[in-house]
């Protein structure tokens, strides 16, 4: 698993960071504003959101070492 040996505050930060996020987002769409700012759907959006933020995780991460 992801942030499998960060501490459990880095956690709930990136927790939080994606909740607000995807938050943010279906909040906008759920007020029909979302076309305002993109022409694509809202859960594109979301998973796209969530795939590049992971991704980005998965970077800054250290790799484990083969004996982990």
């Known amino acids: 698993p992801l942030l ?3 501490d459990p505050s880095t956690r709930r ?3 939080r960071t994606l909740w607000a996020s995807v ?3 279906t909040s906008i769409s759920t007020a029909d ?3 305002h700012v993109t022409a ?3 859960r594109s959006l979301v998973d796209d959101l969530v795939q590049t933020y992971l991704a980005g995780l998965e970077k800054r991460t250290p790799a484990r ?3 982990s």
């Open 4 to 6: 499998l040996d960060s």
């Open 23 to 25: 938050h943010g987002m």
């Open 40 to 42: 694509h759907i809202g």
């Open 13 to 15: 930060q990136h927790a």
């Open 33 to 35: 504003k979302l076309s």
């Open 65 to 67: 070492s083969a004996h």
